[in-house]
């Protein structure tokens, strides 16, 4: 049986070191990190992830700015809205839940935030820093800086001679999570829905990521005896037997049978997902401790 990686113990350390920090960094030159939370129209899911977004930024001592926009907003309104944000000297981090309206240019927004302020690490300055091994001063997306330090935790800092495959391609997740794998010195593959066998292919992984959005896809007979798994997904699927109209989270592996192969593996909920969060505050207490001058803590 596999050992369990509990992401809301590592979680909560990552933000008591992000709460010292900003305790100290007030303390020393009265500057408090700030976040603007910005979210346009009604999503409940969306709207559930914004809101502890922002009481977790209010409960590291920061200054916590939300934006709640209707779904009919036009684009240059928004637009707007973040040249604002970009040049508040209050606001060190900006991020933009996605998805957005289907009448708005999500990558027009992105692009439109400061580098500087992109907490969220998906600007095209951060992206490029990443792909090119910049990580010391860019912003890393938080779920796979958050994964990353799941697996530092189970298999230190240095993945030297370790094969890695990421099942997903998105710019959010799957990229970025490749990125940093083969910075830690893994040998890695990306997988996706044209990958030919996919089974096979992820057998091969000492750390296995997956980053798809399918219910339960990764099956115990495709990971290999030992490995590392981190799953990403979270779904919500039909849960008839705990009653009528009733649902639950699973993630995209499909716990049961992988721990029953993996050496260590994330479940779902209390996985990657504290971990996300907890890397957005460490980001924005990073790009607040760059605006006042003073080194930031690594995590
Ligand atoms: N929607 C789902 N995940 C994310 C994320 O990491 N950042 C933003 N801005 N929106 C998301």
């Keep these: 049986m596999a050992d369990i990686i509990d992401g809301r113990k590592i979680g909560d350390e990552v933000v008591a070191t992000v ?47 939300q934006h709640t926009l209707p779904a009919d907003t036009p684009q240059d309104v928004l637009l707007s809205l973040i040249a604002g944000l970009n040049v508040d000297p209050a606001i060190h981090g900006i991020l933009v839940q996605l998805p957005l309206p289907a009448h708005i240019d999500a990558g027009a927004v992105i692009q439109s935030i400061s580098p500087d302020k992109d907490v969220d690490g998906f600007h095209f300055v951060n992206v490029g820093k990443l792909g090119t091994g910049e990580t010391a001063t860019a912003f890393v997306p938080c779920t796979p800086a958050g994964s990353m330090l799941l697996i530092e935790r189970v298999r230190g800092k240095d993945l030297s001679g370790l094969t890695a495959v990421v099942v997903g391609r998105s710019n959010i997740v799957g990229k970025p999570m490749a990125n940093l794998l083969l910075a830690a010195n893994c040998t890695v593959t990306i997988a996706h829905s044209r990958t030919r066998d996919i089974a096979a292919l992820a057998r091969t992984a000492d ?8 219910p339960e896809m990764i099956k115990g007979d495709w990971v290999k005896p030992g490995a590392t798994v981190v799953d ?66 690594k995590f």
């Design 207 to 214: 750390i296995l990521v997956a980053a798809v959005g399918r």
């Design 19 to 65: 709460k010292q920090a900003t305790a100290e960094l007030v303390a020393k030159t009265g500057v408090t990190p700030g976040l603007a939370v910005v979210i346009v129209g009604e999503d409940p899911a969306s709207q559930v992830y914004v809101s502890s977004k922002s009481k977790k930024a209010k409960e590291c001592g920061f200054h916590s700015a």
């Design 232 to 297: 990403v997904g979270i779904n919500r699927i039909d849960a008839p037997e705990k009653g009528e109209g009733k649902t639950r989270l699973v993630g995209d592996v499909d716990f049961a049978t992988a721990s029953l192969h993996a050496g260590a593996i994330t479940p779902v909920p209390g996985g990657v997902g504290p971990m996300t969060i907890a890397m957005l505050m460490a980001n924005t207490l990073v790009s607040a401790c760059r605006a006042a001058g003073v080194a930031a803590p």
